[in-house]
């Protein structure tokens, strides 16, 4: 008997968290900080700062893979083209990813600690008043529990730790950030956003914001890290700490802490629920490479796995009290699923500024803040859309087609050619009970996880959106004189911009909601939900810089639930 508490009190930890990208490390980080033991468990395989990065410092030749890309989208097709041209292997290989679609779908999925958060494209921006009230004075889907001025101070908080690049612009659609210097344009989108503020009041252009450090403050360097470089080889780890992850942000700090203990290699398969305590107990663990099974043990426990893996792993935890799923009593688990659509816009070439060039390779481009249906603007549709993109002059590579050789082909590939601007919008997805996942029991993988199947798509109020995305940005490039400008619509599955939200919902009311406006478990009160699931919206903008403060903010608060001893 003693052998066994003993074994248990080893596996007993003051919190655990589940995941390790952007939203479980800061959540390790503040709890580890805050002062309790934590067990960050993570089912991708170990990924060290910068000595783990193998291939971010090879030229293009010197990775072989890059002449076998038929081979790498065969063994990793849920990785998106670029990442398969780069570091494939931090993506889950297809045969340990399957999912079903009912409708297309994309679930991009990596198989690394840090997660998403070594790939993701770094674009930080707050959500506002008119997200978070949007739902409400709409009549759609339920309201979010909270205001923009209870994460405000959270935005702050882990925006100086992050480090966000940016400018600031007054627009209520889009609070400004805790800025460092923002990073400079290139002379065709100067002239570009000239044209806009002209010709479209209300309309603004503006570098984007990123967590690139364009200049590295002292709690940037305290921490390791040090500025952008400029290669924009990002998506492959940076060796330099120059973008906001998990191996070069939160880890180092929650290490510090001496009171961290990450776990590989480690797939969640249910949160073990006590119906005594009416809390949560700790977590079953199946070792992905030896398919033992360990339990683990504690007070708190934050589910940060991604938007699908996060809800897949609570429909999976059932009992007597949660037969649908853990703190399912409203039965809104796995519903409401969205994400951004995008794949739609314009691009342009401009005659002028032959005489100018650009320096390096800037990891970012330009953003266009949302002004549809803001203030008097009034469409066939609800919410609106911003845009994303950039320009830049063509180098030696717009002459592969001519038909020169010899000296005169030299003499051409001396010679720019023009400058080019391109224009990508990214539109809300209103939220829908009907857009759902759920899980086929009938079908386990090899972990013993039922299959993901997912049945969600997007409506005719993103398809009517959708007609303004590609013509304004037509429009707008034409109106600033550039030629040749052309338009395009790709389709956009779910997925695809890897922005998956809803599934678990935030609300006020346990009848329509699975958490409460702290990122709880309605009833589950030691359970937290803090990335993309809990989404009540979507916005239109990128979600991470508003996952990182939710979780700084409910980490907070289950410490102040833990010493008044609620939880």
């Known amino acids: 008997m003693n052998l066994n508490i003993d074994a248990v ?8 968290v589940i995941g390790s990208g952007v939203s479980g490390g800061w959540a390790a980080k503040e709890l580890t900080e805050k002062g309790l033991r934590v067990l960050m468990l993570e089912r991708g395989r170990p990924l060290e700062h910068v000595t783990g990065y193998t291939e971010a410092l090879k030229a293009p030749w010197e990775m072989p893979e890059m002449t076998r890309l038929g081979d790498l989208a065969l063994k990793y097709p849920q990785a998106p083209p670029d990442a398969a041209k780069t570091v494939p292997t931090y993506w889950m290989p297809g045969a340990d990813a399957s999912y079903r679609q009912e409708k297309p779908f994309r679930w991009l999925r990596p198989d690394i600690v840090g997660g998403k958060s070594i790939m993701w494209g770094r674009q930080s921006y707050r959500f506002s008043d008119i997200d978070f009230e949007a739902n409400a004075k709409e009549g759609i889907g339920i309201d979010w529990p909270i205001r923009y001025k209870d994460i405000a101070p959270w935005y702050s908080y882990v925006e100086k730790f992050a480090g966000i690049s940016g400018e600031k612009l007054g627009l209520p659609q889009l609070p400004d950030s805790e800025f460092i210097a923002p990073m400079d344009m290139f002379l065709v989108e100067k002239e570009v956003r000239k044209s806009i503020e002209k010709n479209y ?5 503006t570098i984007g914001r990123t967590a690139n450090l364009s200049e590295a403050q002292k709690v940037h360097v305290d921490n390791g890290r040090s500025p952008c470089q400029y290669r924009n080889q990002c998506i492959r780890g940076c060796p330099y700490g120059a973008y906001f992850s998990t191996q070069s942000c939160t880890l180092p700090p929650a290490v510090k802490t001496g009171r961290l203990t990450l776990r590989p290699h480690s797939v969640v398969t249910e949160v073990i629920y ?3 305590k009416q809390r949560a107990s700790g977590v079953r663990v199946k070792d992905a490479q030896t398919l033992e099974s360990q339990e683990y043990f504690a007070k708190v426990i934050f589910v940060c796995a991604s938007a699908m893996a ?4 609570l429909m999976n935890s059932v009992s007597d009290r949660f037969p649908n799923g853990l703190g399912n009593d409203s039965g809104q688990l796995g519903h409401n699923l969205m994400d951004h659509h995008f794949r739609i816009g314009a691009n342009g070439q401009w005659e002028g500024g032959q005489d100018r060039y650009y320096y390096g390779r800037r990891a970012n481009g330009i953003y266009i803040p949302r002004y549809r249906n803001i203030g008097s603007d009034k469409r066939d549709y609800l919410r609106g859309f911003g ?3 950039g320009g830049g002059r063509q180098g030696w590579q717009h002459q592969v087609a001519e038909l020169a050789f010899g000296a005169s082909l030299k003499e051409e590939l001396t010679k720019p050619g ?12 209103l939220p829908e009970y009907k857009n759902r996942m759920y899980l086929d029991k009938s079908k386990l993988d090899k972990w013993g996880m039922p299959m993901l199947v997912f049945d969600a798509e997007i409506g005719e109020n993103e398809k009517k959106m959708r007609v303004d995305m590609l013509n304004d940005a037509q429009e707008m490039l034409e109106k600033a004189g550039l030629i040749n400008v052309k338009t395009y ?4 599955v779910l997925g695809q911009a890897v922005h998956e939200m809803g599934t678990a919902r935030m609300g006020r009311d346990p009848k329509t909601s699975v958490l409460n406006g702290n990122n709880q478990i ?8 803090t990335d993309g699931a809990c989404m009540t919206s979507s916005a239109c903008v990128n979600p991470s810089l508003t996952y990182m403060a939710l979780s700084a903010r409910a980490a907070n608060f289950a410490v102040q639930e833990l010493k008044a001893m609620r939880i």
């Open 310 to 313: 996060s809800t897949a792993l």
């Open 9 to 16: 009190k080893a596996q007993t930890y003051d919190a655990i």
């Open 522 to 529: 309605h009833a589950v009160k030691n359970v937290f939900v």
């Open 387 to 389: 845009y994303q993109g």
């Open 489 to 492: 619509d790709q389709g956009s």
């Open 418 to 429: 023009l400058w080019n601007m391109g224009l990508i919008g990214f539109g809300e997805q």
């Open 201 to 205: 009041p209300g309309r603004v252009m």
């Open 274 to 276: 006590d119906a005594q």
